[in-house]
């Protein structure tokens, strides 16, 4: 069966700060990978997406960055925190159309 | 722009009763739909999905679609406090497009 990590479950970081979030899926190949962020009380906000290694899609403009160094891995990045970046990240898997599955979440707090 | 909407509630039913959850989407030619659970704090868990018009039933849970209408549902038969959650609405378009989600209506079972 195919699972979802992400870590951390928690993060709090200064502003200006760097960030990494490391997400790996397992019992699959060639998902299609996702990164959402989802603010307090608002829906899921779509910031990246890759259909393949290398292939990165950028849905809103900021100071995040996504990178798939492998078939199943998927990193979301920042050089330099802003207290807007905090919320709920989520990093999710696909493959072909039987669902859109979610990691466990990490909640950043940007202090 | 593709859009899922969906009535934020809350909702509140009371125990035993059928809790109705409705959505609707712009894009006529959506594929395929899904509902997610939420449970405040944690991530969002596929319960159905539903691809053709009609009802699909799974245990408590009834999804139903109405393409014409552009228009999809979830009945809750017999819902219980542990039913209080946030439901998502997601559609997707087909191929590798991600999916694309309304903003949740919270639903609260009252025992």
Same mark, same amino acid.
């Given at each position: ?111 | ?17 059928? +809790? #109705? ?6 894009? @006529?030619? %959506? /594929? ?35 393409? +014409? #209408? ?6 809750? @038969?017999? %819902? /219980? ?31």
């Amino acid at each position: 069966s195919q699972t979802i990590h992400q870590w951390p479950a928690t993060l709090v970081q200064p502003v200006g700060s760097p960030l990494s979030l490391e997400c790996t899926v397992e019992g699959t190949s060639n998902p299609n990978l996702y990164w959402y962020r989802q603010a307090a009380g608002r829906g899921l906000q779509l910031l990246f997406y890759s259909v393949g290694i290398g292939q990165i899609s950028s849905e809103v403009p900021q100071n995040l960055s996504a990178s798939r160094p492998q078939d199943r891995q998927f990193i979301l990045s920042s050089k330099k925190l802003l207290l807007s970046d905090s919320g709920f990240y989520l990093c999710a898997w696909s493959r072909q159309e039987q669902g859109t599955f979610f990691g466990q979440g990490t909640r950043l707090t940007v202090v | 722009q593709k859009e899922v909407e969906q009535n934020s509630g809350p909702l509140s039913v009371p125990e035993g009763a059928i +809790a #109705s959850l409705n959505c609707t989407y712009s894009d @006529r030619g %959506s /594929q395929s739909f899904f509902w997610y659970r939420q449970y405040s704090g944690k991530s969002p868990e596929l319960i159905m999905f539903i691809y053709s018009n009609g009802d699909k039933e799974d245990g408590r849970f009834t999804a139903q679609l109405n393409k +014409a #209408s552009q228009y999809v549902s979830l009945l809750i @038969r017999d %819902s /219980q406090p542990s039913d209080s959650a946030t439901y998502l609405c997601a559609v997707n378009a087909g191929g590798n497009t991600p999916l694309v989600f309304g903003k949740g209506t919270r639903l609260s079972v009252i025992a």
